[in-house]
């Protein structure tokens, strides 16, 4: 995730710029375009705080690979790491959801804008694109919760199996 957090947020700009030019000549793709971009516009006020959070992400996930596979190997040094690492993952999930629910807010005015622009387009509805857009932020947002809880229990499994006596025991 952290690796994919860095490189679609290094290429996204680009990417649009590319369906842009594709788009060129072509009215009814580049209204459908039109509202991707006043997102994306949107969005760009936030690329440095998700790159941070995606760049951290990363790091953190390395950390747990590097200190599961230290402890597997019953040194001492895993279950530090891996422990360090367990809190700045749960720090890092904590800022980037927090980011992610602040990026919403702040970028409803401009997706509810798409929505209406997407709605005026032959055979499209905007009752219904509406509605889609927001069972997709409620859906969106439940799966963010449910998979937050997970990775608490995860690293509170971490911690503690790194804390536990006999772990302890068995490292050198």
Known sequence: AGCMGVFSGAIQGSMMEMQQQMAQGNPAMQAQLEPQRA???????????????????LI???LLIVGASLLAGLKRS???????????????????????MYMQA????????????????PGQDPAILGAAMNAGSTIGVLMAVV????????????????????????LS
């Open 60 to 62: 953190a996930s390395l």
């Open 106 to 121: 702040q970028m409803q005015d401009a997706m509810q804008a798409a929505v209406a622009q997407m709605g005026q387009m």
């Open 78 to 100: 895993g279950a530090m790491i891996l422990i360090g690492a367990a809190v700045m993952c749960l720090l890092v999930d904590l800022y980037n959801g927090a980011l992610g």
């Open 147 to 170: 998979m937050l809880v997970i990775k608490l229990v995860v690293y509170a499994v971490d911690v503690w199996a790194a804390r536990d006596a006999t772990v302890q025991n068995l």
């Open 39 to 57: 997102m994306l516009e949107a969005q760009a006020g936030f690329q440095i705080p998700m790159l941070v959070g995606a760049f951290f992400n």
